[in-house]
């Protein structure tokens, strides 16, 4: 699966006119994380094997090497990716939805990081990803514990873009927002602002990111899709981007 799915995100990034991207499971889970079976294979033999193909896709790669690494890579792509979790998620598929840029959920769905309960530590950058969502003591709480939450727990947490009632209902929410980033928005303009948002995380300095921006507005302002944003404001009109 995880071949896969990034075999799917290096296809739709070759497709320029692709401008957001949902991920959601096949109900009546988002994703239960590694099979029992292959966990078991592990045990045995005493070592970890991710299954991953010889001929791996690469979406995001080569843009920071801060960002070479699975589902890191997602930071790198150029659409956002909003992850719409419509059931359970635990380990490794609950990792997958952290590392996308929004989330919306189904308030019942059942989560955990499950690692600790099998003796293993934090997979996949968790104990990175989750304190800046969340901040150090909340994500302590998860990680240490691998116990059971739901985004309805978690409403006020700041994991989730929007909790709705189940998982249809948030499959939906995150389309509406997809939509809204593929048309309402310049793609130029999205692209770069995502590549801000999380490259700025990596700086110490707040000196780097405003001259950063100051120079990227500079070069916005040459562009047909800021004087196509500025006429429809200007006609109290929808805008629209090539």
């Known amino acids: 699966m995880h071949s896969e799915y990034r075999r799917v995100l ?3 990034d070759s497709l320029a006119e692709v401008r957001a991207v949902v991920v959601t499971g096949t109900p009546p889970a988002f994703c239960v994380g590694g099979d029992s079976a292959a966990l078991a294979g592990h045990a045995e033999r005493g070592a970890y094997d991710p299954g991953l193909e010889l001929e791996l896709a690469m979406p995001g790669y080569g843009v920071a090497p801060e ?3 699975d589902f890191a890579f997602q930071f ?5 990716i909003i992850a719409a979790v419509n059931g359970a998620a635990a380990g490794v598929g609950l990792a997958l939805a952290l ?3 929004l989330r919306f959920a189904a308030g019942p769905a059942k989560l955990t990081t499950a690692a600790p309960k099998l003796g293993l530590p934090a997979e996949y950058g968790m104990s990175w990803q989750l304190p800046r969502l969340v901040g150090v003591t909340r994500a302590a709480d998860l990680l240490l514990s691998g116990r059971v939450f739901t985004p309805a727990d978690t409403l006020d947490w700041g994991l989730w873009n929007a909790v709705e009632a189940d998982g249809p209902a948030a499959l939906a929410a995150a389309q509406t927002y997809a939509h809204h980033l593929a048309h309402g928005v310049g793609p130029k303009a999205l692209a770069t602002t995502k590549a801000q948002l999380y490259r700025d995380l990596l700086h110490l300095s707040p000196s780097v990111a405003i001259h950063g921006a ?3 507005l500079e070069q916005a302002m040459a562009t047909a899709e800021y004087r196509e944003g500025v006429s429809a404001l200007r006609e109290k009109r929808v805008p629209f981007f090539e």
Request: charge should be neutral.
């Open 76 to 80: 790198a792509m150029r659409f956002p």
């Open 214 to 216: 100051q120079r990227l």
């Open 10 to 12: 290096a296809h739709l």
């Open 99 to 101: 590392f996308c840029d």
């Open 67 to 69: 960002f070479d690494a």
